[in-house]
């Protein structure tokens, strides 16, 4: 892999989230050295801080349907506004999360700067969930499980229009590879929109290698800039126990590190964040180790 501009951008959100601890994952995935392995490799880094967010203590919950939502469409700004500025500078710009309402704000930047520059936007999503539901299909109105529909348009307009009016993203523009705990709006909504999915029965079946082969192979032949949203919840809780929702059943520790070395083989990957890290939940920052092996993979590390 080339080396590469690299700035990263921490987003200590738990807002969108049912559960407290992940606003400290940007923290835990510094502690575990994600800047100095990509380094090491030799890119450049630029640690650009935290973007400043308000804990719930301080905010107010004015609709059930879409927990704090003020707050999470203000910092969402900011992290789209962000994006779109690294993308403007010629840098890869990876965001370490925090909740999975980020991707709301990254997708949006990255939106905006491909609209401008003539490029079309995909996304690879590696998730145990869909994060495709709406106001109305939400089991929790907690906003981490709305990113992708917010993307692609459905949603309150406070959440789509950030960073430019409407949809972010098209349905043939995104694949799922990871899904395991998925809600009955959710399902419904992958099949009318004709959403490429890769669930673990399709992991299981048919085998890690030839899906994301298949994936990137079909994604890079449409879209100019490649953009993954990486939750860790996505892998086996057995191996990621600090993750905000865990599921069993997920990626083992080789798949997805082979996730991450395919994707550095792949001209087209351009934007990355890692997303739910809860050293709450962890055991000796065991998950945020990962993630940043995981960064380093994406980046072009290899055993030989």
């Known amino acids: 892999m080339d080396k590469k501009l690299i700035s990263i951008i921490g987003f200590p959100m738990d807002l969108g989230a049912g559960r407290r601890g992940v606003d400290m994952g940007p923290s835990a995935l510094r502690i575990a050295r994600t800047a100095e392995q990509l ?3 030799g890119h450049e880094v630029e640690d650009e801080g935290d973007i400043s967010i308000a804990g719930p203590e301080s905010e107010k919950v004015p609709d059930p349907h879409y927990r704090y939502m003020p707050e999470i469409a203000r910092a969402c700004s900011k992290l789209a506004s962000w994006f779109n500025h690294a993308m403007d500078e010629g840098r890869f710009p990876i965001a370490l999360g925090g909740d999975h309402s980020m991707a ?4 949006a930047g990255l939106a905006q700067h ?3 520059t003539g490029k079309r936007l995909g996304v690879l ?19 981490h499980g709305m990113p992708m529909a917010v993307s692609l348009g459905r949603g309150p307009a406070e959440l789509v229009n950030i960073g430019m009016p409407g949809a972010k993203l098209r ?8 899904l395991r705990s998925v809600d009955p709006g959710e399902a419904r909504a992958i099949h009318e929109l004709k959403i490429e999915h890769y669930a673990m029965p399709e992991v299981d079946r048919q085998g890690l290698p030839a899906i994301i082969d298949r994936v990137l192979a079909r994604l ?18 057995r191996i990621a126990p600090g993750v905000g929702t865990p599921v069993f059943g ?7 590190h082979l996730v991450m070395e395919t994707l550095a083989q792949c001209e087209k990957f351009a934007s990355l964040e890692i997303v739910e890290v809860n050293p709450v939940l962890d055991s000796v920052n065991r998950t945020a180790k990962l993630g940043a092996e995981l960064v380093a993979s994406a980046l072009g590390r290899r055993i030989l």
Request: glycine share 6%; with cysteine.
């Open 171 to 178: 349905p043939e523009d995104v694949s799922y590879i990871g």
């Open 104 to 107: 709301i704000g990254s997708i």
């Open 250 to 256: 997920g990626l083992t520790y080789r798949e997805a």
């Open 39 to 41: 380094e090491e490799l």
């Open 220 to 237: 890079s032949s449409q879209v100019d800039h490649l953009h993954v949203s990486f939750d860790m919840d996505a892998i086996d809780p």
């Open 125 to 143: 999503w590696v998730d145990a969930h869909a994060d495709l539901n709406t106001p109305e299909t939400t089991p929790s109105g907690n906003i």
């Open 114 to 116: 491909c609209a401008r």
